[in-house]
């Protein structure tokens, strides 16, 4: 299992500047979640490809977060849902154009929620629409060697990993058991909605988690919260992966305190991994 670390946790900073802190810290990956400056509608792919390029030569692998606001609209900072009448096509577009990215800065995963539409959204031809675009996203990935992740987000019509597998049954079998197609876990929803024990229910869809987001929250407010400062066992959901056997990233975000720079990151990491502090974090020293 792979300790990665979230960049929009850290929004004032500069993230190529950061990568070698973050590696001698103990991360080996790091989410980059798209923004509109590089990589929105009208723009070109190389400002992205350049700065994913950096991050590669600190010897860190990247998790693509393919969520970033305004990409498709520059009015609308919500995705339109994979599948729906309104934008889809531009979506997968955009989609189609990050698996070309991540192909050519060697990133191996790129994480997606299949965005919020107005109809009811578990009717069934609404995930029927939904996978007719997934199966053109994964085969693009597979030619190019890169693998999605199906991020739940609360009021989608993927919320859970139970959801993810309603959603397969409408794949073809080559493609709902493709290796290029899995789920991307995130914690914080499964907190927020009430996913009780939470290692148990990682466990029962550990066969198609390709990624995991974990986040300490509050759970009054369901807000992210520095690691060690909220209400869920963080060590207990750890251990829970190791003793199960993950062995994909494990993605560790608080988005909301980036006032406090690079101290969250290395407070993540020591809560994680229960261990002090490094020394020579301020150095950005490899270890």
């Not at 509608?41 to 010897?59: I, M, P």
């Not at 955009?94 to 539409?117: C, P």
């Amino acid at each position: 299992m792979r300790c990665g670390f979230h960049l929009a946790s850290l929004p004032h900073h500069d993230f190529c500047l950061v990568a070698d802190a973050l590696f001698a810290m103990g991360y080996r990956d790091v989410a980059v979640r798209v923004k509109t400056a590089w990589f929105g509608e009208g723009a070109g792919t190389k400002q992205l490809v350049a700065k994913l390029s950096l991050l590669r030569e600190s010897g860190l692998g990247i998790v693509i977060d393919g969520d970033g606001k305004f990409l498709v609209d520059p009015w609308d900072a919500a995705a339109p849902r994979l599948g729906s009448e309104n934008q889809s096509s531009a979506r997968e577009a955009m989609l189609m154009r990050l698996i070309e990215v991540a192909n050519q800065v060697n990133s191996k995963l790129i994480t997606f929620s299949v965005g919020n539409g107005g109809e009811a959204e578990a009717a069934d031809d609404v995930l029927k629409r939904i996978a007719e675009s997934i199966d053109r996203l994964v085969v693009a990935g597979q030619h190019a060697e890169v693998a999605l992740g199906i991020k739940p987000v609360i009021g989608s019509a993927i919320e859970t990993g139970s959801h993810f597998r309603r959603l397969q049954q409408w794949l073809p079998e080559t493609i709902a058991k493709s290796p290029y197609l899995g789920f991307a876990a995130d914690i914080s929803v499964m907190a927020r909605r009430g996913e009780l024990p939470i290692g148990d229910r990682l466990a029962r869809e550990l066969t198609v988690t390709n990624c995991v987001y974990l986040s300490d929250i509050a759970v009054d407010t369901g807000g992210e919260t520095r690691f060690g400062h909220g209400d869920l066992a963080i060590n207990r959901i750890v251990k829970s992966l190791e003793e199960m056997g993950y062995t994909g990233p494990l993605v560790l975000r608080c988005e909301g305190h980036g006032d406090a720079g690079l101290g969250i990151a290395a407070e993540a990491i020591s809560r994680v991994t229960e261990k002090p502090l490094m020394e020579n974090r301020r150095r950005g020293d490899k270890a």
